[in-house]
C-alpha cells in the first residue's frame, strides 16, 4: 500500500473501508513492520529514559544548592516551577503544531535544549542562572514529550494502553534512576559533575535522531484524515465533562506526587535525622514503585478497559496516603512502595482515555495532559514549599494524604465503545 494512514483515529470511522478495514489502527499489509514497531517503540522508551533520568537530576540536588546558596523551601519550589512551568506551557503549543505536520526531527532538536541546560546548572554560581538552566531543560520536555506519545501509538500495533505503558515506563525508570546517581555523583563531587550526564543527553540525541529516519516515511505525504464519530461515543457534552474529570484527577495524582518527589527528602531528613544519601535513596523506592504501576497499569487498562483501573486507583491508595504522616521510618518506605505503584497505575488509563476522546486532536491532548502534569507539579511544589516554610514538612504531608480523595469524581466518565479499549 502505497498511502500511510493515521493510527490516532480509534474511534472513528476511515473514510476508505477498503484501504482501511475496522477496527485495524495500523497499516492492514504490515506483518513484516511488527518487528520494526517494537524496536521503535523500545527506543522511544528508552530515549524517555534517558530524558527523565536527566530531569529528575534537578530535585535529586535540590538539598545540595539548598545547602550552596541558602535557599528556603519556597526558593527550591521556585525552581521546580521554572522547569516545570515551561514544559506545562509549550507542549499543548507542540502538540498543535504536530498534529497539523509531523515534525520528525524536532526530538532530537529539542533534547539540544536539555544537553546545554545541563551543561548551564552545572556552572550556575547564582540563582537567576539555576533558574534559566531549569527552564531550558524544562523546554527539552516540552519539545519530547507530545510527538514521542505520537510515535509510541503508531508503533503500539493497536495495543495502546499497552504501548502508552512501556513510553511511559521508561520516563518513570529513569525518573527513579535520578536521585541514585545523584546519591553517587553529584552528592560525592559537587555540582559541576553534573555536566557528566550531558553525555547522556548527547547519547539522547543520536537515539532520537534515528527515530526520525523511521518516523519520517511513515507520515511523507500523509493527509489529515476526515473524522467521524463512533455511533456510540459519547456527546460532545460529555466528552468536554470527561476531560475536565481527568483533569482534576491527574490534578490531585500529580499534585500528591510532587509533594512526595521535591519534597520527601527534607521530610526525612527532617523527621528522622537520616543523611541525605539515605533519603535519596528512600525517593528511589517510592519512584521505582511509581515505574511498576505505570507499567502494570496500561495493560490492565487494555484488559479490563481504563474505566476500572482508574477507580482501583482512588480506593487503593486512600488508606496508605492517611497513614504515611504518622508512621515511622521503615513503615513509611513500605507505604510509599503501595502508594507509587497504585498511584501510578491510573496514570497510562488517564491518558489513553483523554486521548480515545478526542483522537483527532491527539498530539494536542498529550500536550495538554502531559504538560497540565507538569504544571500543576511545578505550581504544587511552589505552593507546598510556601506552606512548608510557614507550618512544616510535617503538615504539609497531612494535608496532601486527602488529596486522592478527588479522585471520586470518576463516577462523572462515561462508557467508552468496545473497541476504545
Known amino acids: ?223 489529515r484524515m476526515v473524522v467521524q464519530s463512533h455511533p456510540h461515543a459519547p456527546s460532545r457534552r460529555r466528552v468536554m465533562v470527561a476531560l475536565v474529570v481527568l483533569v482534576a484527577l491527574l490534578f490531585s495524582k500529580q499534585l500528591y506526587l510532587s509533594s512526595l518527589s521535591s519534597y520527601y527528602t527534607f521530610y526525612l531528613i527532617d523527621k528522622f535525622h537520616v543523611s541525605t544519601q539515605t533519603a535519596q535513596m528512600f525517593l528511589f523506592i517510592f519512584l521505582a514503585a511509581t515505574a511498576a504501576g505505570v507499567f502494570f497499569g496500561g495493560p490492565l487498562g487494555d484488559r479490563f478497559g481504563r474505566r476500572y483501573v482508574i477507580w482501583f486507583s482512588i480506593l487503593g491508595i486512600l488508606p496508605f496516603t492517611l497513614a504515611l504522616p504518622y508512621a515511622g521510618l521503615y513503615a513509611s518506605a513500605v507505604l510509599t512502595v503501595f502508594i507509587g505503584f497504585i498511584l501510578a497505575s491510573a496514570t497510562p488509563a488517564i491518558i489513553v482515555f483523554a486521548q480515545e476522546l478526542m483522537p483527532h486532536r491527539f498530539g494536542m491532548i498529550s500536550g495538554i495532559f502531559f504538560g497540565f502534569a507538569f504544571g500543576i507539579g511545578g505550581l504544587g511544589a511552589a505552593a507546598l514549599g510556601e506552606v512548608a516554610d510557614i507550618r512544616g514538612i510535617d503538615f504539609v504531608y497531612q494535608v496532601c494524604s486527602f488529596l486522592p480523595a478527588l479522585g471520586l469524581l470518576a463516577v462523572l466518565l462515561p462508557k467508552m465503545p468496545r473497541h476504545a479499549h
Do not use: C
Open 1 to 223: 500500500m502505497n498511502k500511510p494512514v493515521t493510527v490516532d483515529a480509534d474511534i472513528a470511522a476511515p473514510v476508505n473501508p477498503a484501504e482501511l478495514p475496522l477496527p485495524e489502527l495500523t497499516k492492514p499489509a504490515a506483518p513484516a513492520a511488527a518487528g520494526p514497531a517494537y524496536i521503535v517503540l523500545g527506543g522511544i522508551s528508552f530515549s524517555h529514559f534517558l530524558n527523565d533520568t536527566m530531569q529528575s537530576l534537578i530535585p535529586s540536588v535540590y538539598p545540595i544548592l539548598k545547602a550552596n546558596y541558602a535557599l528556603d523551601f519556597g526558593q527550591i519550589g521556585l525552581i521546580t516551577l521554572a522547569f516545570q512551568f515551561t514544559a506545562s506551557l509549550l507542549q499543548p503549543v507542540v502538540g498543535h503544531i504536530t498534529d497539523k505536520k509531523a515534525q520528525p526531527f524536532s526530538l532530537a532538536i529539542g533534547m539540544g535544549s536539555t544537553f546545554l541546560g545541563l551543561l548551564l546548572l552545572s556552572v550556575a554560581h547564582s540563582y537567576a542562572v539555576i533558574l534559566i538552566a531549569a527552564a531550558m531543560i524544562g523546554l527539552g520536555s516540552a519539545v519530547f514529550h507530545p510527538e514521542s506519545a505520537r510515535i509510541a501509538r503508531l508503533a503500539s500495533g493497536g495495543r495502546h494502553g499497552m504501548a502508552q505503558s512501556v513510553f511511559q515506563v521508561g520516563g518513570n525508570a529513569g525518573t527513579a534512576l535520578g536521585p541514585v546517581l545523584a546519591a553517587l555523583i553529584v552528592v560525592p563531587f559537587g555540582q559541576p559533575s553534573i555536566a557528566w550526564f550531558s553525555s547522556i543527553a548527547f547519547l539522547a540525541i543520536i537515539v532520537l535522531w534515528r527515530i526520525g529516519v523511521w518516523y519520517k516515511p511513515q507520515v511523507a505525504g500523509k493527509k
